[in-house]
């Protein structure tokens, strides 16, 4: 079987490295390794599989889930492909910069 493909964990590395010199930059990598590893093990294939997972997950539409990381200071906007076991991540930041956009349609980059 194999595992779950997740795009691109350059994108949660390069938000580790603009923590630098921060409090808590270590534990927001240590909560993302984490993360990233029980999901690469994960065999979602909906969205409520996700959600027995991960309790404090929001299911956002069909394909996006919000994922709380580091107690929830941080939030991780995921878009998954069940049928191709594929996760793609779309956007990460603090939960207060989360309240300003919208993770039904945010892209990394906005």
């Not at 923590?19 to 690469?40: C, N, S």
């Not at 779309?90 to 300003?100: L, N, P, Q, S």
């Amino acid at each position: 079987m194999h595992s779950v493909r997740v795009i691109a964990r350059r994108t949660l590395t390069r938000f580790v490295e603009s923590l630098k010199g921060q409090k808590g930059q270590r534990a927001v990598k240590a909560a993302l390794d984490a993360w990233f590893h029980e999901v690469q093990r994960a065999r979602w294939r909906n969205s409520a599989e996700v959600k027995r997972s991960y309790a404090t997950a929001s299911i956002v539409s069909a394909d996006r889930v919000v994922f709380n990381i580091k107690g929830n200071d941080y939030r991780l906007v995921t878009a998954i492909d069940y049928v191709r076991q594929i996760v793609f991540i779309k956007w990460i930041e603090t939960h207060a910069d989360y309240d300003r956009i919208d993770a039904r349609t945010v892209q990394h980059g906005d």
